[in-house]
């Protein structure tokens, strides 16, 4: 993947935090997502939103809200965009005129005179009227048109019911959107926390956090260390950062809903908080299973990525660390 494909790849991701425009202007590493966002088709047959959809409209454009989620572990809803003569791109790409960028992106400095009307700009949350500094993405939804889709995966402490409230500005209107919904967390989650350690040679990982709910499974983890190399990855070759898959007690691997990846040198240090699909029935227990990609160090691309013969792009071969597998008993209740 190009460097300008990852330019677009954040822009079209854009971070919900309060520090977004600082970050894309600082010249920090993002990651690319080597896997799209996953069970999506899963979560729509098992979805039950908090509310049904809330419909504003200002100045021609209408926003309604829906597939309103919470889980313990992830909020998100959706908003659906609707008007004539609107731009075929949601997600706003413009940049505020006193952002710190670089110059690639100093294109999106536009001002709002100048913008086209239509784009959807990063939502401004509140929980029961205080502001909300949870971590996540807004983007464009792959599976629906016109409309973008907001996950939060790094939630701080929530209630188990609040109000929220969603002000999401549009370009070229000049008074934000407010929707305010009530939202009461899904009560099937059970949570593990084993701190439990698995280490090969220098490196070690301890999982701080396992929570499974109805739609999601979250893995919480840090790690520590030089990360183990292959035979394959000495020499010409070198190992990425550790990835973890889980598996559950049927064998079954969970999807994981974004797999970030940095054209860096990995770290010696790394916090993990990932999203995966949801488990199903609940398990005895699931396996922990570490595994790395195969890197060129010279632009720390990762080798046999891309299109493959059958047209279907690939994200290059796992390579699992059979050592540092870890088995956490899942409780019944």
């Not at 010249?27 to 069970?39: L, R």
């Not at 949570?191 to 979250?218: C, E, H, M, W």
């Not at 000495?234 to 973890?244: D, F």
């Not at 080798?303 to 390579?319: L, P, R, Y």
Request: hydrophobic residues 35%; charged residues 25%; positive net charge.
């Amino acid at each position: 993947m190009q460097q300008s494909n990852l330019k677009l790849t954040f822009l079209k991701r854009v971070l919900l935090t309060t520090s977004a425009l600082a970050i894309l202007g600082s010249g920090v590493a993002m990651p690319k997502f080597i896997s799209p966002i996953a069970a999506a088709a899963t979560d729509a047959k098992s979805a039950q939103a908090a509310s049904s959809n809330l419909s504003l409209t200002q100045d021609g454009v209408t926003l309604k809200l829906g597939d309103v989620f919470y889980d313990g572990t992830r909020l998100s809803f959706s908003i659906e965009r609707e008007g004539k003569n609107l731009p075929e791109g949601v997600v706003s790409l413009y940049i505020p005129m006193d952002a710190e960028a670089n110059e690639s992106l100093k294109k999106y400095m536009v001002p709002e005179k100048d913008q086209k009307k239509g784009y959807i700009k990063r939502p401004e949350i509140l929980i029961d009227g205080k502001a909300f500094k949870g971590f996540g993405s807004f983007g464009d939804k792959v599976s629906k048109k016109n409309t973008v889709e907001a996950e939060y995966s790094q939630l701080g402490s929530l209630p188990d019911e609040f109000e929220m409230t969603v002000r999401v500005g549009v370009t070229r209107i000049s008074k934000p959107f407010e929707f305010k919904v009530p939202v009461k967390k899904d009560g099937n989650m059970v949570s593990v926390k084993p701190n439990k350690t698995q280490k090969s040679g220098s490196f070690s990982y301890t999982v701080k956090q396992l929570d499974i709910a109805s739609r999601t499974t979250r893995l919480v983890l840090d790690s520590e260390g030089q990360v183990p190399a292959s035979a394959k990855q000495t020499g010409k070759y070198a190992p990425s950062m550790m990835y973890y898959d889980i598996v559950d007690d049927q064998g079954k691997t969970l999807q994981q809903r974004k797999v970030g990846f940095y054209n860096s040198k990995p770290r010696t240090k790394y916090h993990i908080d990932e999203l995966y699909s949801a488990v199903g029935s609940r398990p005895q227990y699931v396996t922990i299973k570490p595994y790395t990609f195969t890197v060129d160090p010279s632009n720390w691309s990762i080798v046999g990525q891309g299109k493959g013969a059958d047209g279907k792009f690939k994200n290059g071969d796992k390579t699992y660390i059979k050592e540092l597998e870890m088995t956490i008993p899942v409780p019944a209740q």
